[in-house]
Nanobody
Framework: EVQLVESGGGLVQPRGSLRLSCTAS????????MSWVRQAPGKGLEWVSN????????IAADSVKGRFTMSRDNAKNTLYLQMDNLKPEDTGVYYC???????????????????????WGQGTQVTVSS
């Protein structure tokens, strides 16, 4: 059974930091790129970042570029999202996802991106508030 389990969410003050983790099982982790996707309260899904299967290349949404860093440890089947300089608008549920897309695609809001996700984690809540 393919399984993704996130952890590391919580309440943090603005300009603070959090590191999310996602542990994968049930599939060959090193064969797939991975994604982080978030959902703010009352809003739709928003792509955050992708990392290729080797971990050497990442791509991030403009809204988090320079503040969030995605990485992976293939020996531990674990994905990470280091979030620094957090803002209230970063509040939401963060999901890790396994994707068939090698790294990048033309649109991260359309059906092609979401159709190619074959597994989602259960999500972890991140709340940025003073």
């Amino acid at each position: 059974e393919v399984q993704l389990v996130e952890s590391g969410g919580g309440l943090v003050q603005p300009r603070g930091s959090l590191r999310l983790s996602c542990t994968a099982s049930g599939f060959i982790f090193t064969r797939y790129a991975m994604s982080w996707v978030r959902q703010a309260p009352g809003k739709g899904l928003e792509w955050v970042s992708n990392i290729n299967r080797g971990g050497g290349s990442t791509i991030a949404a403009d809204s988090v570029k320079g503040r969030f860093t995605m990485s992976r440890d293939n020996a531990k089947n674990t994905l990470y999202l280091q979030m620094d300089n957090l803002k209230p608008e970063d509040t939401g549920v963060y999901y890790c996802a396994a994707t068939r897309i090698p790294l990048s695609c033309d649109s991260y809001s359309g059906p092609y991106f979401y159709f190619n996700i074959f597994s989602w984690g259960q999500g972890t809540q991140v709340t940025v508030s003073s």
